[in-house]
């Protein structure tokens, strides 16, 4: 076992949802075996008011979160990566920074909850199924024996998770 902690990014367009949520399961659920950030090619600016009523019914911190561009993990002086997961499929699409260090990247794709509509409860609802299909892929990721799996296995059992369905 070893003590390193690793840096995880996730990546989304507006960085308001779908990143943050996983940003806060992975800080969670990791067992401080992980150090999340998340970000947005184009910011929304906020996070999401149901993103941060969902981690709260949920018992899980919203202190400190912030909408903010993957322009601050591409300088100089910002932490290296030693993943970084696109969950969205635009920002999957759009051409990244080069991070350095080469980390280990997949696509995660999941529903964009902050697109539903209806009233605030079915809204809220599709928050939480979000929130649960991200939970369990971010689980899987805290439970992989990454300290023993040499890169290319690792790679593969990422790109495994990303080609889960989000049931």
Request: hydrophobic share 45%; proline share 5%; with cysteine.
């Amino acid at each position: 076992m070893t003590d390193r902690v690793y840096n995880v990014l996730f990546l989304c367009t507006g960085n308001s949802a779908r990143s943050v949520l996983a940003e806060v399961l992975l800080a969670t659920r990791g067992e401080g075996r992980f150090r999340t950030f998340s970000a947005g090619s184009h910011p929304a600016g906020a996070v999401n008011p149901l993103t941060l009523r969902t981690l709260e019914l949920a018992g899980l911190s919203t202190e400190n979160l912030r909408s903010k561009s993957w322009d601050e993990f591409a300088v100089p002086g910002a932490p290296t990566m030693d993943f970084v997961f696109t969950v969205c499929d635009n920002a999957a699409g759009e051409v990244c920074p080069v991070w350095p260090g080469q980390p280990i990247s997949a696509h995660w794709g999941f529903e964009d909850p902050a697109a539903a509509t209806g009233s605030e409860a079915e809204r809220l609802a599709v928050f939480a199924e979000v929130f649960r299909q991200i939970d369990r892929r971010v689980s899987a990721f805290a439970a992989l024996p990454i300290a023993s799996l040499d890169r290319l296995a690792l790679k593969r059992e990422v790109d495994r998770l990303g080609q889960e369905s989000a049931r």
